[in-house]
């Protein structure tokens, strides 16, 4: 007799997890700072690591956040379940943010979500496991580590894993990438980009557009960090490029622009005219329904009455001066880093700041040594993939008086 009563057949787990070569990037940061705090009780650690926003949220979305809990306080305006794609309010809203920069969309390719990053782990399961992936090297680890979770690659190979296509970004291509020379199938680009913060030009994102059309490809395009663009010239969404309504699928949040890290709102844009080699237009958005109003119950109804704010005209004047504080700190970031003899990129249409490390140190080396030395929680640039190797990340988000403190304590502590 076996284990059990059927013999020895039990229930196993999913041993793509197996194959994940290392635990998820930010918790092992938050891991070591904690090591830190405990060896080095009553030093003051600064955090520039994680991408988490510090500045209360508006007047505008406040009022909206508590209209949102009165409605739910009287019998005449209580709502339960809403529809799983979103508030149809809110869907209305969002198509007439993306009309205002030329881009004409349908309410239904509209869905609101509870984030950007479920949403990017999320879209991999409505394509077949046998799609090659193609990521920018370095990205968010989020979207290789659900596809090796999906089951898409092999195993992990040093610091990547068989099987998915890493696109280099590095100084020589000022950190955007040239279209894969080999045929892949789904593509995720991030622009302003995490962790580099380059921002792809238009000219860049229509060589992927034309790409992916000629190979019915998939583009998934994470647009979280849009807000930060102010150069009118370049795209804050893949859709201002023609032909990108029949490839890219475009992830977008309002964790960045509007302080919701913890609130949780975001939406994906999955139009009807994408076309894969086995699915004909209004397919792939008509699988995304089906996964999320199966596997989705909708964003909080209260959280959507704030997300209606924010995109607001008076919302959206509100939100700008925030981001304008942020960047404000990307400059102070960047002139520091700089004065200190630091080569770093980023930062100017993007909350983060990409440095080199110094005397050919790896990046986890120089992540203990700047919060060793300075006490300064940065993130290291190897997390985000083997072209991150020799850099690290340092996040403009944060209160104005601790990046100065850390920008000071980096120029005074830290022995390079
Ligand atoms: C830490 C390119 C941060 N625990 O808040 P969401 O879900 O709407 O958006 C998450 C997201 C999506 N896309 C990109 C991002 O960079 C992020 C947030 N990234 C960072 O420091 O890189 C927060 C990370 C969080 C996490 O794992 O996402």
Known sequence: MGATLFGDWMARINKNYDKLSAGYLFPEIAKRTKAFVEKNPGVEVLRLGIGNTTEPLTP????????????????????????EQGDSRLRKMIVDFYAKRGVSLEVDEVFVSDGAKPDSANIQSIFGTDNIVAVQDPAYPVYVDTNVIGGRTGTANGSTYEGIVYMRCDESNGFFPDVPKQKVDLIYLCSPNNPTGAVATKDQLKGFVDYARA???????????YSFISDPSLPRSIYEIPGAKECAIEINSFSKSTGFTGVRLGWSIVPKAIVTEDAPTGRVNALWNRRQTTMFNGASNIVQEGGLAALSPGGLIENQKIIDYYMENARIIRDGLKAKGFT????????????KTKNGMSSWDFFDKILNEAHVVTTPGSGFGPAGEGYFRVSAFGHRENVVKAVDSIRVNLKV
């Open 215 to 225: 190979n019915k490809a998939v583009i998934i395009f994470d647009s979280a960090y």
């Open 344 to 355: 770093v990129y980023g930062g100017t249409n993007a909350p983060y700041l990409w440095v």
């Open 60 to 83: 505008a979305v406040i009022n909206a956040l508590h209209f949102g809990v009165d409605k739910l306080a009287d019998v005449r305006t209580y709502t339960g379940y809403g529809d």
